[in-house]
């Protein structure tokens, strides 16, 4: 009797604690796994009669957002209150993202499955599963005459940007993948990791070299700002730039800066933009860093749908290397752009990812494909001089 007693009165002791541990571990949950969007924009949704397209593209840009899913899509949908400008891209596909070693890839073998069309190992940039260099989407514009341009908001030496001009059989080799800037004629590039140009083991200061070969560089955005022609590279970070809640509109600047110089090329041009942290929201089960950066993505789709709207020759296309975060959307609300998710997982997931595309040859992406097959689809449609 007694003991019982106690018990009861234990609990009852005890049961207030528990409920301020449970609230207070609900409230910290709350604030990494929920968002409230305060900073909404007008997304500008264009008529079927504002869209006559050319033929061929003279122009591709591929837009890749790492790690960004269907949920991560949707969430900033939710956040915006119901639109993104992605949603003018109405050839709408799905790329499986397998690697040659993992069902689950990583960004290096994702990447050069979209730049070079074949998959590789995860940890390959730009080489087959033997390390032997693939010729990349970027290069084959180049010796095409095309101008060519990569923009990223990791370290523009990274694995995404990386697989697109580098050849080296680890992602990690950041000095070595620099010195591959070098050896393409790349007329843009404009994202961090201004150290593994200037402060590299072997002496070199790659940056001193680009500007040998004509480049002007710069290590901010606005030192840029008057320089409308010509080689550009532009290293706005140490390695990394910041997230995008401290880096202002550097994505959309840093696009509008490229599409500025590349659209002068008579023979057309190919860029690529990566929007490289929604991966890293993901990795860190991080709802607001996700939908923030996933905004900051969407804000630069809509200047190059805008561009691409113009110019009648331009085909946009947008997609992932993979999903991050086995996110799951939970009881959020579009009304009042409030977003609630889950995570599966710190890590990658095997997804399909969706592919957007817009402008002559959009309709190429319709369906479920291999993520190589989009390199074939682009250099199938890429109208090239001769
Ligand atoms: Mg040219
Ligand atoms: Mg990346
Ligand atoms: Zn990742």
Redesign the pocket.
């Known amino acids: 009797m007694k003991n019982i007693a106690f018990r009861v009165l234990a609990l009852i002791c005890l049961l207030p604690l528990a409920n301020v541990y449970a609230q207070e571990n609900y409230k910290e949950k709350d604030s990494k796994y929920t968002y409230q969007n305060e900073g909404f924009y007008e997304v500008k949704i264009y008529s079927e009669d504002q869209l006559k397209f050319k033929k061929h593209p003279r122009n591709i840009i591929l837009l890749i957002g ?2 960004m899913g269907v949920s991560q899509v949707f969430s900033g949908i939710t956040a915006n209150k119901g639109k993104l400008h992605l949603q003018n891209m109405k050839a709408i596909g799905f790329a499986k993202t397998q690697s040659s070693s993992h069902y689950i890839t ?2 290096a073998a994702g990447g050069t499955a979209l730049s070079c069309g074949k998959k590789t190992y995860n940890g390959a940039i730009g080489v087959d599963p033997d390390k032997n260099p693939l010729e990349t989407i970027l290069e084959i514009a180049e010796k095409n005459d095309k101008a060519t341009g990569l923009v990223s908001t990791s370290a523009i030496t990274h694995a995404t940007p990386a697989s697109f001009i580098a050849h080296q059989p680890q992602r990690n080799m950041y000095e070595e993948i620099a010195a591959d800037f070098l050896k393409t004629d790349i007329d843009v590039f404009i994202g961090g990791g201004e150290t593994f140009f200037k402060e590299r083991k072997d002496g070199r200061d790659l940056t001193n070299e680009l500007k040998g070969n004509g480049y002007k560089v710069f290590n901010n955005l606005k030192d840029a700002k008057s320089t409308k022609s010509g080689k550009l590279a532009v290293l706005t970070a140490p390695e990394h730039n910041e997230k995008f809640s401290q880096r202002g509109a550097m994505l959309q600047e840093a696009t509008d800066k490229s599409l500025e110089i590349l659209s002068q090329d008579k023979d057309g041009f190919f860029l690529m933009v990566e929007g490289s942290q929604i ?2 929201g ?2 860190q089960n991080n709802t607001s860093y996700v939908v923030g950066e996933m905004l900051d993505f969407d804000k630069m789709i809509g200047d190059v749908l805008e561009f691409a709207v113009k110019d009648r020759e331009t085909l946009v296309i947008v997609t992932a ?2 999903e ?1 975060g086995g996110i799951a959307l939970l009881d959020s609300d579009i009304a009042k752009g409030f977003v609630k998710a889950g995570f599966a997982t710190g ?2 997931t095997g997804v399909m990812v969706p592919v957007f595309a817009f402008g002559p040859g959009a309709q190429e992406f319709m369906g479920i494909y291999e993520n190589t097959a989009i390199f074939d689809k682009m250099l199938k449609l890429f109208r090239f001089k001769n």
Request: charged share 30%.
């Open positions: 790492d790690g990583d960004s991966d890293w993901g990795h290397d993979h991050t890590g990658h």
